[in-house]
Antibody, heavy 120, light 109 residues
Framework: QVQLVESGGGLVKPGGSLRLSCAASGFTFSDYYMSWIRQAPGKGLEWVSYISSSGSTIYYADSVKGRFTISRDNAKNSLYLQMNSLRAEDTAVYYC?????????????WGQGTMVTVSS | SSELTQDPAVSVALGQTVRITCQGDSLRSYYASWYQQKPGQAPVLVIYGKNNRPSGIPDRFSGSSSGNTASLTITGAQAEDEADYYCNSRDSSGNHHVVFGGGTKLTVL
């Protein structure tokens, strides 16, 4: 079945780095734009970044630009989020999601999320 | 950048109709999509585009748009519809970003 599974979350100190992965299965990964969305504890959804199907087009939210890097490996059916210079306010559940259109907004498949905690 | 505004909480009696709204300048240019999120679960897409439902979403969910406001209507709300609902759309400021509303907590009485 169509599925996204995130991994790589955990506890990291402020200023540290973490790399999240999202493994896709059940669909042709290379055909779809993909997004990362996060949700701080008890808060709403926040768009983080999206990447085009080929990886040639990438956009970031202002809150993470310059610190986070989205990438994908279509041969491995995988999406990544490299997070550097982490701050307490980056603490959240991070979801990867498939975009139904050639943009990052119609998100029809979501993973279960992976928790990132930034704390000393 | 654009912002999307939602009422924090809405309630509806079981079996009645409820409308959840989302306001923002970007909605004058782009359609919203709507997501349902239950506690401890990932969001689920319920409406996208003009008024499209993914497979498996009951037809009691519908979407509409007028001016700067998008609406999600649940006709004949069920107990299982109690959840948080989020809208999102493209940012209309030309930065190619995506924006989410703050979410609406729906209570089914």
């Amino acid at each position: 079945q169509v599925q996204l599974v995130e991994s790589g979350g955990g506890l990291v100190k402020p200023g540290g780095s973490l790399r999240l992965s999202c493994a896709a299965s059940g669909f042709t990964f290379s055909d779809y734009y993909m997004s990362w969305i996060r949700q701080a504890p008890g808060k709403g959804l926040e768009w983080v970044s999206y990447i085009s199907s080929s990886g040639s087009t990438i956009y970031y939210a202002d809150s993470v630009k310059g610190r986070f890097t989205i990438s994908r490996d279509n041969a491995k059916n995988s999406l990544y989020l490299q997070m550097n210079s982490l701050r307490a306010e980056d603490t959240a559940v991070y979801y990867c999601a498939r975009a139904k259109n050639d943009y990052g907004d119609y998100l029809d498949i979501w993973g279960q999320g992976t928790m990132v905690t930034v704390s000393s | 950048s654009s912002e999307l505004t939602q009422d924090p909480a809405v309630s509806v009696a079981l079996g009645q109709t409820v409308r959840i709204t989302c306001q923002g300048d970007s909605l004058r240019s782009y359609y919203a999509s709507w997501y349902q999120q239950k506690p401890g679960q990932a969001p689920v897409l319920v409406i996208y585009g003009k008024n499209n439902r993914p497979s498996g979403i009951p037809d009691r969910f519908s979407g509409s748009s007028s001016g700067n406001t998008a609406s999600l209507t649940i006709t004949g709300a069920q107990a299982e519809d109690e959840a948080d609902y989020y809208c999102n759309s493209r940012d209309s400021s030309g930065n190619h970003h995506v924006v989410f509303g703050g979410g609406t907590k729906l209570t089914v009485l």
